[in-house]
């Protein structure tokens, strides 16, 4: 009886501990079931939109003068003072006096001069009376006898070329005059100065050198890529200067094309305007010639393109969700690269959301997980660079 009890007892131990380990194994599979995850990563779709979009161009260039004069004195003489500003650096405005070479001999010319300026109008009048004379002479006279030297033609066509003579030595006179003080050409900044007080000049003696201040100008190159960009009616638009780690910028003007292409570099040159490059007549920033500036420019208007970030673009292809929630890709032309951008040509196959944020490794056909947040990105011009979703 002993014996039956102990092998009863073993069964149900032996069926109890079965059946707990069915039920473990059957919670077990139905919290499996349960817990399924979802492996599709997660992206944000928005539709693209079309803007108009004008192209910055940019470029680089040296500050240059517009001119640079070798000034030489038209006079020969003692130099007797100079302006104090002409020296090396020294900025001189227009018109004033750089230095006077010594005026005694000059001054004496031009007295003489007035002399024989007096002199032959006195001729010029008295051979002006004889010929009138001899005009009133000549009605009582027969016509064979008058001729004209009797009627003192030449006479009179001598003293008047005499008057026109002293008149044209009266002016060189006041020239050379006036030339004992020469003067700043324009508005100049002075590169060297070669002569001082008590030198003795020539006349065609290299004085100094100056460089045109009213006026600078930049010569820049335009890349072959940026070349289809440029308007052709940029001349006389407007640009702007940067100095190179200089702070403000200066307005300029593009003034010409150089109308060539060099041989080494294959690149057209543009001449950009700077008036009043050392601020004597406004308040702006200084530049000074030797300047490394940056140039830049509007170029021309890309309508009805897409601006899209370089992120989004895999490939050239633009990455978009279908219906059915899969991935698919479509390629894109892109016109222009500007910074962290693509502007990429409309085209009306792009009709389905794009997505903003890609998988790490795209694949045409895979599954994924559009989410209901919106994007945020925005571009540069603080312009949306897609609509926005409505959701």
Not at 269 to 277: L, S, T
Not at 292 to 305: A, K, R
Not at 375 to 388: A, E, F, N, P, Q
Request: with cysteine; proline share 5%.
């Amino acid at each position: 009886m002993k014996k039956r009890v102990q092998a009863l007892a073993v069964a149900v131990i032996f069926v109890g501990g079965f059946g707990g380990m069915k039920l473990i194994e059957a919670a077990g599979q139905e919290t499996e079931e349960k817990e399924v995850v979802d492996t599709r990563p997660v992206v944000s779709v928005e539709p693209l939109s079309t803007v108009d979009y004008t192209i910055t161009i940019e470029s680089f260039g040296e500050v240059q003068p517009l001119e640079q004069t070798r000034l030489a004195s038209q006079v020969s003489g003692e130099v007797t003072s100079w302006h104090p500003n002409f020296v090396p650096g020294g900025v001189i405005p227009r018109g004033e006096v750089l230095f006077t070479i010594e005026k005694d001999a000059y001054e004496a010319a031009v007295l003489l001069a007035e002399a024989n300026v007096q002199r032959a109008y006195a001729d010029l009048i008295q051979e002006q009376a004889q010929a009138k004379v001899a005009e009133n002479e000549a009605k009582n006279l027969p016509p064979a006898r008058v001729t004209d030297l009797y009627l003192r033609k030449p006479q009179l066509l001598s003293a008047q070329a005499a008057y026109k003579s002293a008149k044209a030595q009266l002016q060189i006179a006041q020239r050379d005059l006036a030339n004992c003080e020469v003067r700043a050409p324009y508005d100049a900044l002075v590169i060297n100065r070669n002569i001082g007080v008590g030198d003795f000049v020539s006349t065609g003696t290299v004085a100094a050198t100056l460089n045109n201040i009213e006026v600078a100008e930049v010569t820049f190159p335009i890349a072959g890529f940026d070349r289809p960009f440029v308007s052709q009616n940029m001349i006389a638009k407007p640009a702007i200067i940067s100095q190179v780690n200089q702070p403000g910028t200066i307005d300029a003007v593009l003034h010409r094309d150089l109308g060539i292409v060099d041989e080494s570099t294959r690149m057209t040159h543009f001449v950009a305007r700077i008036e009043d490059p050392y601020a004597l007549k406004s308040q702006k920033p200084v530049v000074k010639f030797g300047s490394y500036v940056s140039v830049t420019f509007d170029g021309m208007t890309l309508q009805d393109v897409y601006k899209v970030p370089q992120e989004l673009v895999n490939n050239r292809k633009l990455w978009m969700v279908d219906d059915e929630g899969k991935l698919f890709s479509h390629d894109v032309t892109v016109i222009r690269e500007n910074g962290a951008y693509f502007m990429i040509q409309a085209d009306s196959q792009i009709s389905q959301p794009v997505v903003m944020t890609l998988p790490e490794y795209p694949q045409t056909g895979m599954e994924v997980k559009v989410s209901a947040e919106p994007s945020t990105k925005v571009d540069s011009d603080d312009g949306l660079i897609v609509s926005r979703n409505q959701q």
